[in-house]
T-cell receptor
Framework: DQQVKQNSPSLSVQEGRISILNCDYT??????FLWYKKYPAEGPTFLIS?????DKNEDGRFTVFLNKSAKHLSLHIVPSQPGDSAVYFC????????????FGQGTRLTINP | NAGVTQTPKFRVLKTGQSMTLLCAQD?????MYWYRQDPGMGLRLIHY???????AKGEVPDGYNVSRLKKQNFLLGLESAAPSQTSVYFC????????????FGPGTRLTVL
């Protein structure tokens, strides 16, 4: 049972436009959500996070939106740059306890010049 | 700080062989984790530790053992490797504080023939 789902395996966006990556979850116990970025042959690196008490968190070009009623979150990248081309993973945790992360399958984002 | 390091980077095993993957972190983090990444499945938690001398099972623990004898090290063992354990293995750590991000190592690519 996939508790965190990223239904788009890939996304292609023109440089300078907005990239929107989506993530859905099923477990109501999740109260903290993170986005990680991964380049080939490297480990994932933390990008941005949001607590369930908020509906939006912004950091520079990156904004994460959380819709708890729909159990949906999205990552917006504006403007998109070639260096943003990577695989993006959505992850969720229930912060009580060991803070284990449950990951989505990932979305490969390609930014075209 | 080197952050999270993993040894080795690559390894090829024959079915039935054993090996140990080493993870080391120099950030004085309490919690450490082992994940595996397979195509189309994101990262899945194998085992984790919330402190020196403690370990616990994650989502996919079968065929693996772990030890955390020192706070800075987390070892993942395969006693009798199987082709289904061909994967990329990532180690991660975090402080254990609420809403703390996990820091990942660069990964170990393991092939079992």
């Amino acid at each position: 049972d996939q508790q965190v789902k990223q239904n788009s395996p890939s996304l292609s966006v023109q440089e300078g436009r907005i990239s929107i990556l989506n993530c859905d979850y099923t477990n109501s116990m999740f109260d903290y959500f993170l986005w990680y970025k991964k380049y080939p042959a490297e480990g994932p690196t933390f990008l941005i996070s949001i607590s369930s008490i908020k509906d939006k968190n912004e950091d520079g070009r990156f904004t994460v939106f959380l819709n708890k009623s729909a159990k949906h979150l999205s990552l917006h990248i504006v403007p998109s740059q070639p260096g943003d081309s990577a695989v993006y993973f959505c992850a969720a945790s229930a912060t009580q306890g060991a803070q284990k992360l449950v990951f989505g399958q990932g979305t490969r984002l390609t930014i075209n010049p | 700080n080197a952050g999270v390091t993993q040894t080795p980077k690559f390894r090829v095993l024959k079915t039935g062989q054993s090996m140990t993957l080493l993870c080391a972190q120099d950030m004085n983090h309490e919690y450490m984790y082992w994940y595996r990444q397979d195509p189309g499945m994101g990262l899945r938690l194998i085992h984790y530790s919330v402190g020196e001398g403690t370990t616990a099972k994650g989502e996919v623990p079968d065929g693996y053992n772990v030890s955390r004898l020192k706070k800075q090290n987390f070892l993942l063992g395969l006693e009798s490797a199987a082709p289904s354990q061909t994967s990329v293995y990532f180690c991660a750590s975090n402080t254990g504080d609420a809403n703390g991000e996990q820091f990942f190592g660069p990964g170990t690519r393991l092939t079992v023939l």
